[in-house]
């Protein structure tokens, strides 16, 4: 599992907006085994995409930076979120950048700047976010997330959901952990206690683009 301690100036780096998202990658990290060769960063002053943005021009600035991935949420629209990252990128000077990012992330190779990857969650081809990609973790037999799903269901058709109908993926997960025999587990504890499954189709292809972005 990637370190957490001093790893600022790392020269292989994840850029993603916030702590949910480094805990859920530190645990599947952990359990495919990879290698401790990148750190996983945050924006320092603020959480989410704006400030993700903000600071990415500086990290792809600093010369001791080789590898940079970013991993940002589709959110409602995985075009508008896909051509954001791509004018930073070429802002900063990369070519030849995708209209459409592959379905099993991006990487780039350009000469006199770091390597770059990036990953839109849940996986490169739908909208929504880190809790989208995670909600594909719980195991396909798991019949609580079929109980999850009715329940939610049952309350946005009466419409008394407090949360807006954008995070019924969020509300989805955290019911589903709040009934696991450790309630209300992080979904990065709950990779770790094996409540998520690490080995899903989808957790599978984020590791193989971990592995070749970060690979020597």
């Not at 060769?37 to 989410?48: H, I, T």
């Not at 719980?138 to 609580?144: C, T, V």
Request: charged share 25%; aromatic share 6%.
């Amino acid at each position: 599992m990637p370190k957490k301690k001093k790893l600022e100036y790392l020269p292989q780096q994840l850029l993603v907006e916030g702590d949910k998202d480094r805990h859920v990658i530190w645990a599947l990290c952990q359990k495919h085994q990879l290698p401790q060769n990148f750190s996983v960063e945050l924006p320092k002053k603020a959480e989410g995409i704006e400030a993700l943005l903000r600071i990415l021009p500086i990290k792809l600035k600093n010369e001791e930076i080789k590898t940079l991935g970013i991993v940002v949420d589709a959110d409602l629209d995985l075009t508008t979120r896909w051509q954001s990252v791509s004018d930073k990128l070429q802002e900063s000077g990369y070519q030849n950048i995708p209209k459409e990012i592959p379905q099993t992330g991006w990487i780039h190779k350009q000469a006199k700047l770091p390597k770059i990857g990036v990953w839109v969650m849940p996986n490169n081809q739908l909208p929504g976010m880190l809790e989208d990609f995670v909600t594909y973790l719980i195991p396909d037999e798991d019949i609580l997330k079929v109980k999850a799903e009715a329940i939610l269901q049952e309350i946005e058709t009466a419409k008394i959901n407090p949360y807006s109908l954008t995070h019924h993926s969020k509300a989805l997960i955290h019911t589903w952990l709040a009934w696991q025999k450790k309630p209300g587990m992080p979904m990065g504890q709950a990779i770790t206690a094996k409540a998520l499954s690490n080995n899903s189709e989808i957790a599978n292809i984020f590791i193989i683009w971990l592995q070749k972005l970060f690979s020597n």
